[in-house]
């Protein structure tokens, strides 16, 4: 059996000796995935390409970016923190003044529209062009970016082929009316008539069952990814493993779970590296490295056309994260 922490550990190392190049690739596959037409999925970062100036990312934003990479390289699965601790985010975190300039559209931090910090965002330009887009342009970002990922997602769900099509209504088009007892960033019904979701996705009571029970995920795996197939001796009730074939001491794989106690299997399915010795049911402690190329992409599985929409858009996904890491598999293997 491989001694999962060793050969952990020799991976993280060389990937966080090479991160640069881990974050080049991070954004170009991100382009990628852009210009596929998966826009759903990315609608925050295209409203800051669109409305901010350059540059998008700046020399420090950079550093930063490369810093929370090597901290997610060290976390360890179902860890909440990491080995590594970047002294440069410290001192972010710790002294607004020393992110002086930061630029980073990708990271800009919590932004003031948003409220869920008193701290000044790190990206100030990001911050001053949201809200000035806002009072003088009359576009809310938050609101706007929303009405665009639910109207992209009725989009991109129409690239399935083996579930029923969604349901929903159509919603009308309302004059946008001001509440004058309330501010304007928080005029809710005033900004959902200005960024209008076109059409509201419906769920039926009986797709349910196809995001708390496996047979849906399994059979949509079946067509959409034949070359990782279910590893039941190694899954559980909770946890849904498809090991990708072939030979050799590791393997890739995909794994759908139920997180924090949740009914629901969770979206998107995460890209692991197990031992191809595993026999018995797979646990944190057993997964030798699990994916840190992207963000935390959001999830809008509504029932069985969802679910597939999203292991459309993850899958072929997933296969391009594996090519990129290969090299570094094999480095490891050479060892």
Same mark, same amino acid.
């Not at 196809?210 to 039941?232: G, N, S, W």
């Not at 393997?251 to 197990?274: E, N, V």
């Given at each position: 059996?491989?001694?999962?922490?060793?050969?952990?550990?020799?991976?993280?190392?060389?990937?966080?000796?090479?991160?640069?190049?881990?974050?080049?690739?991070?954004?170009?596959?991100?382009?990628?995935?852009?210009?596929?037409?998966?826009?759903?999925?990315?609608?925050?970062?295209?409203?800051?390409?669109?409305?901010?100036?350059? *540059?998008?990312?700046?020399?420090?934003?950079? +550093?930063?970016?490369?810093?929370?990479?090597?901290?997610?390289?060290?976390?360890? %699965?179902?860890?909440?923190?990491?080995?590594?601790?970047?002294?440069?985010?410290?001192?972010?975190? &710790?002294?607004?003044?020393?992110?002086?300039?930061?630029?980073?559209?990708?990271?800009?931090?919590?932004?003031?529209?948003?409220?869920?910090? +008193?701290? *000044? &965002?790190?990206?100030?330009?990001?911050?001053?062009?949201?809200?000035?887009?806002?009072?003088?342009? $009359?576009?809310?970002?938050?609101?706007?970016?929303?009405?665009?990922?639910?109207?992209?997602?009725?989009?991109?769900? $129409?690239?399935?082929?083996?579930?029923?099509?969604?349901?929903?209504? &159509?919603?009308?088009?309302?004059?946008?009316?001001?509440?004058?007892?309330?501010?304007?960033?928080?005029?809710?019904?005033?900004?959902?008539?200005?960024?209008?979701?076109?059409?509201?996705?419906?769920?039926?009571?009986?797709?349910? %069952?196809?995001?708390?029970?496996?047979?849906?995920?399994?059979?949509?795996?079946?067509?959409?990814?034949?070359?990782? *197939?279910? &590893?039941?001796?190694?899954?559980?009730?909770?946890?849904?493993?498809?090991?990708?074939?072939?030979?050799?001491?590791?393997?890739?794989?995909?794994?759908?779970?139920?997180? +924090?106690?949740? %009914?629901?299997?969770?979206? *998107?399915?995460?890209?692991?590296?197990?031992?191809?010795?595993?026999?018995?049911?797979?646990?944190?402690?057993?997964?030798?490295?699990?994916?840190?190329?992207?963000?935390?992409?959001?999830?809008?599985?509504?029932?069985?056309?969802?679910?597939?929409?999203?292991?459309?858009?993850?899958?072929?996904?997933?296969?391009?994260?594996?090519?990129?890491?290969?090299?570094?598999?094999?480095?490891?293997?050479?060892?």
């Amino acid at each position: 059996m491989t001694n999962v922490g060793a050969v952990s550990r020799e991976l993280q190392t060389i990937l966080s000796e090479d991160v640069d190049h881990l974050l080049d690739s991070m954004l170009g596959l991100m382009e990628q995935d852009i210009n596929d037409g998966w826009r759903v999925f990315y609608a925050r970062e295209l409203w800051f390409v669109k409305h901010l100036p350059p *540059p998008l990312i700046n020399e420090l934003g950079r +550093s930063c970016m490369t810093e929370r990479l090597r901290e997610s390289i060290w976390r360890r %699965p179902g860890q909440e923190h990491s080995a590594y601790q970047s002294s440069l985010l410290q001192e972010c975190r &710790a002294q607004p003044q020393s992110r002086q300039g930061y630029r980073n559209y990708l990271e800009p931090g919590t932004l003031s529209l948003e409220g869920w910090s +008193s701290a *000044p &965002a790190w990206d100030q330009v990001a911050d001053m062009v949201t809200v000035q887009e806002m009072e003088s342009k $009359h576009r809310h970002m938050l609101f706007e970016v929303r009405a665009n990922q639910e109207n992209w997602y009725v989009e991109a769900c $129409h690239r399935g082929t083996l579930t029923p099509p969604l349901l929903g209504v &159509a919603n009308d088009e309302l004059q946008p009316v001001r509440n004058p007892a309330l501010r304007l960033r928080d005029d809710v019904q005033y900004w959902r008539a200005v960024h209008r979701v076109v059409w509201s996705v419906v769920m039926n009571a009986d797709d349910y %069952p196809a995001l708390v029970k496996p047979e849906c995920t399994l059979e949509l795996m079946r067509h959409i990814a034949p070359d990782f *197939p279910y &590893a039941a001796d190694i899954s559980t009730t909770k946890r849904l493993i498809f090991v990708q074939q072939g030979s050799g001491d590791f393997s890739w794989a995909l794994m759908i779970d139920k997180t +924090s106690g949740s %009914p629901d299997f969770r979206y *998107p399915p995460q890209l692991i590296l197990i031992d191809s010795g595993t026999k018995k049911k797979l646990k944190d402690e057993q997964i030798i490295f699990q994916n840190v190329i992207g963000k935390q992409f959001p999830s809008f599985a509504k029932g069985p056309r969802g679910l597939e929409t999203e292991l459309l858009f993850h899958v072929p996904r997933c296969r391009k994260l594996i090519d990129i890491y290969q090299p570094y598999i094999e480095q490891v293997r050479r060892i």
